[in-house]
């Protein structure tokens, strides 16, 4: 089996920053997109940012230029280095992956979240 391991959500005053973390574990032949999705009380799941196994990035607008998304392909890592942290940016942070277990099968997988507050 497959798990996706958070770390890194916590409190934190606006305008400060965060590094969440996530890691890959289990039966793993390739992965495909990794990616960072959040959910705020009452609102749906939303896409933060995602990146591709060549490194190519995506971001939602309301992350841009504050936000960035990496990771590390020989550690099945993916990272979220969060800085100018706002209020609105409060939510639980999801780690996300494309997973191959081998060249047909594929599966999409899920953290268990990590809390992220913005809050003086």
């Known amino acids: 089996q497959v798990q996706l391991v958070e770390s890194g959500g916590g409190l934190v005053q606006p305008g400060g920053s965060l590094r969440l973390s996530c890691a890959a574990s289990?039966?793993?032949?390739?992965?495909?997109?990794m990616g960072w999705y959040r959910q705020a009380p009452g609102k749906e799941r939303e896409l933060v940012a995602t990146?591709?196994?060549?490194?190519?990035?995506d971001y939602a607008y309301s992350v841009q230029g504050r936000f960035t998304i990496s990771r590390d392909n020989t550690k099945n890592t993916v990272d979220l280095q969060m800085n100018s942290l706002k209020p609105e940016d409060t939510a639980v942070y999801y780690c996300?992956?494309?997973?191959?277990?081998?060249?047909?099968?594929?599966?999409?997988?899920w953290g268990q979240g990590t809390q992220v507050t913005v809050s003086s």
């Open positions: 996300n992956a494309d997973i191959r277990a081998n060249w047909v099968t594929r599966h999409d997988y």
């Open positions: 289990g039966r793993i032949f390739m992965i495909d997109a």
């Open positions: 990146i591709t196994s060549g490194g190519n990035t």
